[in-house]
Every structure is written in structure tokens, then in C-alpha cells.
């Protein structure tokens, strides 16, 4: 299985447990061989996109959908500074400014300061993400784009500011 392939399936077995199905069911869904590898498949999405795990507390009332779905609009802005548009993408909204109202809702709603207003450039992004080390492929789902073109944007981007390429790990 690329890289991609196991990205997408831990990205599903994440949203299916915060409609609050439980681990069991997640793994014979997505062909996991028990409940912990549908677990580990959440959790190491979750990490990857700074989320927190959805769980289940004592009154089985599951982290609302709308809730992560709002902090991770918040923290992929504050950590990445994709444009809007691309955190619509990734966390399911209809629209940019959706995105942004609920980042900017999660914001005041936790008492943080309000997401950046500007974002980075994608030949930023993609020259950032290979040199700590993505591959290709998985840049390319986050800039919803090929991975051919995520290498062009991230070598267009090295070149005009002089960096070395191929990027350096550690950056």
C-alpha cells in the first residue's frame, strides 16, 4: 500500500470514529485486522493534522463532528496557513469563508488568538512538507493537486528564492 493509499485510509477511519462508530466496526469497514489497527490508523491521522483523538466519554456522547471539524479548520490555518479555500478542501466545508467563520468561531469560543490572516504560498507549503520529509503524494492530496506538479511548485519556489534543492531535511 503507497503512502497515499494508507494517508486516505487513516484520514476514513478518522472521520468514521467521529460520526462515533465504534473501532470494531471502523476496521471490518476499512479492512483493518482488529479494533487497534483502526485505532492506531485514527490516532496517527489525528497527530498528523494536530487533533485530538475523537473518544467516547463516560455518557457515550461522542465530541461533536462540528466541534473537530472547526478546530482542525483553526489549527490547519495556525499551523500551516493554508489558504481558505484548501481548509474548506480538508475539512469538508462548502465554501472559504464557512472555514473561516468556524476557525474564527473556534477561536473565540477557546479563547486563542484569531487565525492568521494571511496564508502561505503552495510552493511554500510543498517546499516546507519535503523537507521534513513527505512524500510527494501526500503533499499533492493537501495542495489538491499532482504529485508531478507539488514537485514543480516546491523546485519553482526554491529557485526563485535561491533555496537548495532538493530541499534539506530538517528545515
Same mark, same amino acid.
Given at each position: 500500500?503507497?503512502?497515499?493509499?494508507?494517508?486516505?485510509?487513516?484520514?476514513?477511519?478518522?472521520?468514521?470514529?467521529?460520526?462515533?462508530?465504534?473501532? /470494531?466496526?471502523? /476496521?471490518?469497514?476499512?479492512?483493518?485486522?482488529?479494533?487497534?489497527?483502526?485505532?492506531?490508523?485514527?490516532? =496517527?491521522?489525528?497527530?498528523?493534522?494536530?487533533? %485530538?483523538?475523537?473518544?467516547?466519554?463516560?455518557?457515550?456522547?461522542?465530541?461533536? =463532528?462540528?466541534?473537530?471539524?472547526?478546530?482542525? *479548520?483553526?489549527?490547519?490555518?495556525?499551523?500551516?496557513?493554508?489558504?481558505?479555500?484548501?481548509? /474548506?478542501?480538508?475539512?469538508?466545508? %462548502?465554501?472559504?469563508?464557512? *472555514?473561516?467563520? *468556524?476557525?474564527?468561531?473556534? =477561536?473565540? %469560543?477557546?479563547?486563542?488568538?484569531?487565525?492568521?490572516?494571511?496564508?502561505?504560498?503552495?510552493?511554500?507549503?510543498?517546499?516546507?512538507?519535503?523537507?521534513?520529509? %513527505?512524500?510527494? &503524494?501526500?503533499?499533492?492530496? &493537501?495542495?489538491?493537486?499532482?504529485? &508531478?506538479? =507539488?514537485?514543480?511548485? *516546491?523546485?519553482?519556489?526554491?529557485?526563485?528564492?535561491?533555496?537548495?534543492?532538493?530541499?534539506?531535511?530538517?528545515?
Amino acid at each position: 500500500m503507497s503512502r497515499l493509499e494508507q494517508y486516505l485510509r487513516q484520514k476514513r477511519a478518522y472521520q468514521l470514529r467521529s460520526t462515533g462508530l465504534s473501532f /470494531a466496526v471502523i /476496521a471490518t469497514e476499512l479492512g483493518y485486522a482488529n479494533r487497534s489497527g483502526a485505532r492506531n490508523a485514527a490516532a =496517527a491521522y489525528a497527530q498528523r493534522v494536530g487533533l %485530538e483523538l475523537p473518544s467516547i466519554d463516560g455518557n457515550s456522547a461522542l465530541i461533536t =463532528a462540528s466541534k473537530i471539524k472547526k478546530k482542525r *479548520a483553526y489549527y490547519l490555518r495556525v499551523r500551516t496557513r493554508l489558504p481558505w479555500d484548501q481548509i /474548506a478542501y480538508h475539512c469538508d466545508y %462548502e465554501s472559504l469563508s464557512g *472555514a473561516r467563520r *468556524a476557525a474564527c468561531q473556534y =477561536a473565540r %469560543e477557546n479563547d486563542l488568538p484569531p487565525p492568521p490572516k494571511s496564508s502561505l504560498k503552495r510552493g511554500e507549503i510543498a517546499y516546507t512538507e519535503r523537507a521534513n520529509g %513527505e512524500d510527494w &503524494e501526500v503533499i499533492a492530496v &493537501e495542495l489538491n493537486t499532482t504529485a &508531478e506538479n =507539488a514537485r514543480h511548485i *516546491a523546485w519553482s519556489h526554491a529557485k526563485n528564492l535561491k533555496k537548495p534543492w532538493p530541499p534539506v531535511e530538517g528545515l
